[in-house]
């Protein structure tokens, strides 16, 4: 049997090949803390830090969830439990605020090898959207739970419920009466048109054995009546996993909900083979041509993340297997 | 110039040519009452009767629509209004009662050409979801509006707004009756195994334009808790059009929004150059791997229609430019 030794040496240099041949890092954890971040000068140094290390501690948490060789899953739902507690961002706690003062949220989860998901919308109550998502998936013989029925079935499987007041900060307050004094000037136009509306968290996985996850949660946009619910809850829309790629997006809900913008992404990776890059930017650019905008998180099995988006500023950062960390908000 | 009348007729031969090589039938609208429609036996003589007309009252309402020049969004409008209005189908009037007796109620509209679309989920009290859906697209900046901000939308563009006892039918309050008492049986675990609670009214259209559009609307599925959303109201699950592909789908809707069903048929056809009957077929297949089954009903701008699903039956029916119906229940 001459040639044995011969064809291990192979499959050993061939399963070492992809991290020998290429220097870019293997992103295990890619998140989001919404498009449409505020230039820096507006945004102020106080509140560029706090996001900076809010990002920063949503990494390492799902990472060390990765590297003790948990789920791409719990990896996702770590990150992003961080950031709906941080009140800079808008998800749970600091969620951007309704026309009646009160934060209604959103919140999904889908797991790639399995396809399971679990989306909630219209809540008024749940601290953790994103863990109630997590809960109908799991617990549930359902997809998609909205209102006070997604927060009836939260309380049946030990949801602590908050109240209203919990996710409410000051800087949302005064984002609302700044948005309703726009609206009171353009005659009601005002939604429509205004740049201050973008916001979500998210994050996408990848465990070490290949498994993918994506989850997303937020508070929705300023100012939002008659129950309006964008795209985080819509499967397929802001959040979308499959065994070849995992999507969480941010961005004006409507036009991502148009384009099915994350099972989009996936599907040309599916179906033409291309890169999450190349698949990426053709997508937004399919946003842009209908008049929308925002960003996507996408993240492959082998570890290749993109993060683009046609807004002014995306906060967003990845880490790697080794746990290093690459944090941005704008361009740098 | 002695090639010109030869070239000619190879250019008229070529412009007649799809026509006249097949049999087939330029499908101007498909509409699908729901799958898993009860064997012949026991759905009995009355009910299979009286569905068959209502399908043909509502093929034809469409058709006059295109017929006169109008738009694929007035066809597929139509003719999903009339099914909402029969109480023999799970849509508007005769929808499944959730588990509180109510029906509570979904619908989505899109448009090929444009990507505009409108989606509804949890209204107890619009007569006809799907025009509301319609209204969302075409008056509101939103695409999604659930529940009670939902019906308020409603009540500002002057949609009427009737009794919840007005959807309630003797037949679906016997099935919730019978559903609650295999639960008790059960311990529970009746919801995920029963039979009885697959139904949607759907329609694609195509006008003389060559745009597309495409309406679902559902009662959901009896004895649901929670505010469970099916497929139905989630763009790219159970409803979707583009320039290319419209699908409205019926069948196990958590399963259709994991698989993502309606823009993944479409996606492949896109992206993958498939047939709407091969894209329909893999992803029917897609959604029975993971352990769901259901119907889709899809179009293309040509014409070419498949009705395909995996379930005992499907109400289903097309009818050509000249007018020409076909109706179905089961293989027949």
């Known amino acids: ?20 041949a290429t220097a870019a890092p293997r992103v295990v954890l ?20 706090g996001m900076r290390a809010d990002l920063a501690r949503a990494l390492k948490a799902g990472h060390a969830v990765i590297a003790k060789g948990g789920s791409a899953l719990d990896a996702a739902t770590a990150a992003v439990v961080i950031l ?3 009140p800079l961002f808008n998800a749970g706690r600091g969620s951007v605020l309704n026309a009646e003062g009160v934060a209604e949220l959103d919140a999904a989860i889908m797991e790639g090898h399995t396809r399971r998901a679990g989306a909630v919308a219209g809540l008024t109550r749940v601290r953790n959207p994103v863990l109630l998502a997590r809960r109908v998936m799991e617990d549930s013989p359902h997809v998609m739970l909205i209102g006070a029925g997604a927060e009836a079935f939260a309380d049946s499987v030990g949801i602590a419920l908050v109240e209203p007041g919990y996710f409410v900060t000051p800087r949302r307050r005064a984002e609302l009466e700044a948005a309703k004094a726009r609206e009171r000037e353009s005659a009601g136009a005002a939604w429509r048109r205004s740049p201050f509306h973008i916001g979500t968290v998210g994050a996408v996985a990848l465990d070490r054995d ?3 996850a994506a989850a997303t949660s937020t508070g929705g946009r300023t100012n939002k009546r008659w129950g309006r619910v964008g795209d985080v809850p819509v499967i397929g829309a802001g959040t979308w996993a499959d065994a070849g790629c995992a999507v969480s997006a941010t961005g004006w809900g409507e036009y991502f909900i148009r384009v099915g913008v994350a099972h989009a992404i996936c599907a040309r990776v599916a179906f033409k083979g291309e890169s999450v890059e190349a698949a990426a930017a053709a997508v937004l650019a399919d946003v842009a041509d209908l008049g929308g905008d925002g960003g996507v998180i996408v993240l492959d099995p082998r570890g290749n993340a993109t993060l683009p988006y046609n807004t002014h500023g995306m906060a967003r950062g990845t880490i790697d297997a080794e746990g290093r960390v690459d944090i941005r908000l704008w361009e740098d």
């Open 30 to 49: 890619a998140i989001h803390g919404g498009a449409g971040t505020l230039p820096r000068a507006e945004l102020g140094p106080e509140l560029e830090a």
């Open 210 to 212: 290949g498994r993918l």
């Open 1 to 20: 049997m001459p040639f044995r030794p011969v064809l291990l040496i192979l499959s050993v240099a061939l399963a070492l090949g992809p991290s020998v």
């Open 84 to 86: 709906e507690d941080s």
